[in-house]
């Protein structure tokens, strides 16, 4: 029996080494790398998760390219990934990008249970500078129709705020993230946007291993009564 309860974890642990090495770790801190994650069938992994599915969409009357965009890996107080761009609006200008992805936990035992939005702005006069970030799971789903959370600036001066939203667990999220600035008569400019995803064991992988440990134990203390 002890035999048979440490084949089944050996094979848990090979099978998500398989998965790790499938998957090229995520390119970081190569400057203007968006062009490699939004150039189309970009997948990649940070830790646990599978980061895929990339798309960024740029408009406005000063569009910012993918390949402008630097993407670097967040492991920090969650996993994820941070997008830095020059998102700038002069007076009578506006920029915008949308930037969508694919968040799915690798290997199992763990889920997703909530995503935290970071962003880096500064604003004039009555420029404003805006991110919303939308979400559902499990993916594939559509990630639109409603804003999850929102960070919004109007005020003079270059400002950081974060926010984290929880929701029900998930192996997988969809994420949209709309990324707006507006000059107005004014100025405003967005230069960086995180996302950071936390994770909890699932609920059956908990009974699973509760319950393999109690059996273990069971079979050392039979072993014991008849040593």
């Not at 790398?33 to 798309?55: A, H, I």
């Not at 001066?157 to 929880?166: F, Y």
């Not at 936390?198 to 319950?211: C, K, N, Y």
Request: net charge negative; with cysteine.
């Amino acid at each position: 029996m002890l035999k048979k309860i440490s084949l089944f974890i050996f094979f848990g642990l090979a099978t998500t080494a398989m998965t790790a090495f499938a998957t090229p770790l995520c390119s970081n801190g190569v400057t203007d790398n968006g062009s490699t994650y939004f150039g189309g069938g970009y997948s990649c992994q940070v830790g646990d998760l599978l980061f895929s599915n990339f798309s960024y969409t740029a408009s406005g009357t000063n569009p910012i390219s993918a390949g402008q965009i630097t993407v670097d890996t967040v492991t920090n107080n969650g996993i994820g990934l941070s997008f830095h761009a020059p998102w700038t609006a002069a007076a009578g200008m506006t920029t915008d990008g949308a930037i969508d992805f694919t968040v799915t936990v690798l290997g199992g035992g763990n889920v997703l249970e909530d995503f935290g939005l970071a962003q880096t702005s500064g604003v004039s006069g009555d420029g404003s500078a805006s991110v919303a970030e939308n979400g559902c799971g499990p993916a594939p789903c559509l990630a639109t129709g409603g804003s999850i959370y929102v960070l919004t600036f109007q005020d003079s001066g270059e400002r950081s705020a974060q926010g984290e939203t929880t929701f029900n667990p998930v192996s997988s999220v969809e994420v949209e993230k709309d990324i707006s600035v507006n000059g107005n008569t004014g100025f405003a400019t967005i230069s960086v946007v995180q996302d950071t995803f936390s994770q909890v064991p699932e609920p059956i992988s908990m009974g699973l291993m509760g319950g393999g440990l109690a059996l273990l134990g069971l079979v050392r203390l039979r072993r014991r009564a008849q040593a």
